[in-house]
């Protein structure tokens, strides 16, 4: 599965989105703040989903703000860890 | 002491949600029996449901809210609505909330999350729903009360040491109103703790005035009552008068042999026998433990069930009849009542008692 | 009317101290050893360092029957208990009031338990027994065979600060003569890796206040404060060390974790420890400030000192002791009466460089104070604020 696909997914499951499909989720959407509406207990959360599902490790929140910003840097993020 | 009244009421537990289903199921003598599952086998619980909450708060509110904050949050809301309070200041009411156990699936949620995956991979929401004040950061957060906030982990004395506290801030005038719960949940550890020190052989129904007997059943909820001083306008439900903890090796709680007393009583034998030794035999008592079961919220049950007859004031019978077992007074029909007292004792000789009138 | 209650003993274990005669001691010699964890194994890459005591307690537990967080507790007031001249089976004629708060001690989080529990395996039961018995305020009183009110708080972060003011209003109100009120925490497993998993530790020795800040260590103890009623001081004919004046809290009703940005619960909790303790924030000797080492904490909190307490100095002794959790606010309770007593602070030991985003500094020495009261505040997840104020004197 494409990881940009694969991390709509587990987001919804894992940050328990009920009321968002994958579909509904734009690559490019601000996943904190206005656009998905994330906090910063989703946003260490997600660093604990990104290590489970994808073995990627963010060591902390100065490389982890810019990486969370969107689906595609998240995916762009993953892809060049897992290709190192 | 001085007087709190009882101005709200909000509860979630076996017999249902709120105080209607509450009453029904006093009036009907029992409550649904529900299992689950445990180890592979059936385990009876007296189940609390949570979907009212719906009712007050949208699904993305409550994606990482937990069982037991959700019961805490439905209790809270009720109690709130219930007080017909045209424009509270949530900034000047105080919340106070005991729990015998805490959230503790959510504390082996997180276990698991570090069971499963290793240490690194620990989860972040579950570590901090599963401290202790949890429940009262989300209903602050959600009734926007900016006032004091306190839980309290006491075991069965968890309503009571939170009744001082309630009492201590209304007296001080610290706050106006004080927000009071005690929560607890049912967990698959807690089932198989609970089957590992009682011999519970496919319980069904509690007899918790047989002393000598073990029937207890599993429950789970949240009660809560808003408490505020007394005044000039007569209380919804009813006044607390006095509030007494201690321990047997050094006091002991005042009982009037004239007034009712609901027990808190839970089929077991182990505290059976404090029950048995301080008794007097000329003591009218009643039980409702076969309603919600057992678990450190009963206390508070049994506070909501006499809110609920003071304000009738009319003693519902009790849901255990004493049967045969019973060698004392036991309240089986409906009877007038204007002042009763709730007791609880613990096997170590803790004791939790709290008295009740209306005028 | 003073609202003034006496304190007449005090006792504080913590990774600077087994009393709180050594702790301060060795704080003011600028002394502390953060190390990664003895008591227990975790697979982080990083070993997050704590402040743990490694000498054997005080009070013992020949059977294995109590939780280490119940230990501390007793050991505490055993210290605390003494020092107010107590002795014998003296406090089981009293009527006493033990209130303490914790986090770890009413947690029944027993990892070996449920692993095996997971595993469908039958599993020892000693661990849960051991649950049981140690609730650290019904474990007190059974201790020492006291009947009275009993609480066990657990208000996170804040619950040491709280247990204090809470005992000392039921001094206050007359439910009890004397009330043994503070806190206590161990060093846990489930605590390191929630707060590593919060991205909130630091994986070298905690600095609050400094620039380079990356977050909390966690430490364990107990710090306990033997409360006492005029009545019975009289009585005793025994002069207190000091008072609790004034107690204040609130909450900030904004995140779960997160402190509100403004510290709008943190103002409240100082504006009532204030208004109760009938004393101005220029009366403060000092403040000693909740300064865990978190980004988010120490600049709120700083925030909130700069405006309330403008050239109060103020010092967070968490860089010696750790964040021992639901003990904090009671080890910081019994320092912040030693430092009235000795007319000195501590250094701001991990401060070493000024973050330009907080309007002040902590102490970057040991100095000198003039006065007699102090204010102590501490801010819990939950979003719950506290603050207390201690004196030497009953009505300065």
């Known amino acids: 599965m494409e990881i940009k696909e694969k991390l709509k997914q587990v987001l919804i499951d894992e940050l328990n989105l009920e009321d968002v499909t994958p579909g509904e989720i734009g690559d490019d959407e601000a996943l904190f703040g206005d656009g998905l509406g994330l906090d910063s207990l989703d946003a260490v959360e997600l660093v604990v989903v990104v290590q489970k599902h994808f073995g990627v490790e963010i060591k902390d929140m100065e490389e982890g703000r810019p990486a969370l910003q969107s689906i595609n840097s998240l995916a762009a993020f993953i892809e060049a860890k897992q290709q190192a | 002491m001085s007087a709190m009244q009882i101005n709200g009421l909000g509860l979630v537990g076996g017999f249902g949600c709120g105080r209607g289903d509450l009453q029904q199921a006093l009036l009907h003598g029992r409550a649904p029996l529900s299992h689950v599952e445990l180890r592979g086998h059936s385990f009876p619980l007296l189940q609390a449901d949570t979907s009212p909450l719906e009712t007050y708060l949208n699904k993305r509110a409550l994606r990482r809210i937990d069982h037991f904050s959700r019961m805490a949050l439905l209790g809270a809301f009720q109690a709130m609505a219930d007080a017909e309070w045209s424009d509270p200041d949530p900034s000047r009411v105080g919340l106070v909330i005991g729990s015998g156990y805490g959230a503790m699936r959510t504390t082996f949620d997180f276990l698991d999350s570090v069971l499963d995956d290793g240490d690194i991979c620990a989860s972040p929401t579950a570590f901090s729903n599963s401290v202790h004040n949890a429940a009262a950061a989300h209903i602050s957060i959600q009734l926007k009360m900016t006032g004091p906030s306190l839980t309290i982990s006491q075991f069965d004395q968890s309503l009571v040491s939170g009744l001082v506290s309630a009492h201590q801030w209304l007296s001080e005038k610290r706050v106006d109103a004080v927000l009071l719960g005690v929560v607890d949940e049912y967990c698959s550890v807690a089932g198989y703790c609970w089957e590992r020190y009682f011999n519970v052989q496919d319980a069904r129904t509690m007899t918790p005035l047989d002393f000598t007997r073990t029937s207890a059943v599993a429950g789970e909820g949240a009660v809560f009552l808003l408490l505020q001083s007394d005044r000039d306008t007569k209380p919804r439900y009813g006044s607390i008068s006095n509030v007494e903890m201690g321990n047997l090796s050094g006091s002991q709680p005042t009982t009037v042999s004239s007034h009712p007393l609901i027990l808190g009583c839970e089929g077991s034998s182990l505290s059976g026998s404090v029950y048995q030794k301080h008794l007097a035999v000329d003591q009218p008592v009643a039980c409702y433990t076969p309603l919600y079961g057992a678990s450190p919220v009963t206390q508070g049950f049994d506070l909501a069930v006499a809110a609920l007859a003071l304000r009738r004031q009319q003693l519902f019978p009790s849901v255990d009849n004493g049967g045969s077992y019973y060698p004392g007074k036991v309240v089986n029909e409906p009877q007038a009542c204007r002042k009763l007292s709730c007791l609880k004792y613990g096997f170590n000789g803790e004791y939790a008692a709290i008295h009740l009138e209306r005028d | 009317m003073s609202r003034a209650v006496a304190i007449t003993g005090a006792g504080c274990l913590c990774a600077a101290g087994m009393s709180l005669d050594s702790s301060f001691d060795s704080m003011i010699r600028g002394e502390r050893k953060p190390q990664p964890p003895r008591s227990f194994y975790s697979d982080h890459t990083e070993a997050y360092p704590v402040f743990e005591l490694y000498d054997s307690l005080p009070a013992t537990d020949v059977d294995g029957e109590l939780l280490r967080t119940t230990l501390l507790a007793i050991s505490a007031t055993m210290e605390a208990i003494a020092d107010a001249g107590f002795i014998g089976n003296e406090l089981a004629q009293l009527r006493v009031g033990v209130c303490i708060g914790t986090t770890v001690g009413s947690a029944m989080n027993n990892e070996e338990f449920y692993s095996e529990f997971r595993k469908g395996a039958d599993p020892d039961m000693a661990p849960i027994d051991r649950y049981l018995r140690s609730n650290p305020a019904a474990a007190i009183a059974r201790h020492y065979q006291l009947d009275g009110p009993c609480q066990t708080v657990v208000n ?62 966690l430490g364990e103890g107990a710090g306990i404060m033997v409360l006492e009623s005029d009545k019975l001081l009289a009585k005793r004919k025994k002069t207190p060390r000091g008072y609790v004046l004034g ?68 010092v967070s002794t968490k860089g010696y002791t750790g964040h021992t959790l639901g003990a904090a606010g009671a080890i910081e309770a019994t320092l912040t009466l030693m430092c009235l007593e000795r007319q000195k602070l501590p250094e701001n030991i991990g401060f070493k460089t000024a973050d330009p985003q907080l309007l002040i500094q902590p102490v970057s020495r040991v100095t000198e104070i003039d006065g007699t009261i102090a204010l102590s505040e501490s801010l819990a997840f939950g979003g719950n604020n506290s603050a207390v104020v201690i004196a030497l004197e009953r009505l300065p």
């Open chain 3, 156 to 217: 996170a972060c804040s619950s040491g600060t709280d247990a204090i003011g809470i005992g000392a209003a039921w001094i206050r109100s007359g439910y009890c003569d004397i009330v043994l009120a503070g806190g206590a925490d161990e060093l846990c497993r489930v605590t390191y890796n929630g707060f590593a998993s919060l991205m909130i530790y630091d994986a070298l020795p905690v600095k609050p206040f400094d620039v380079h800040r990356k977050g909390l260590n």
């Open chain 3, 247 to 314: 107690y204040g809290s609130a909450t900030d009703a904004y995140h779960l974790t997160a402190p509100h940005p403004d510290g709008r619960g943190l103002r409240r909790a100082i504006s009532e420890a204030l208004q109760t303790a009938a004393v101005s924030p220029e009366q403060m000797a000092f403040v000693n400030a909740h300064g865990t080492g978190t980004p988010d904490n120490d600049k709120v909190e700083s925030l909130v000192i700069a405006d309330l307490f403008p050239g109060v100095p103020f």
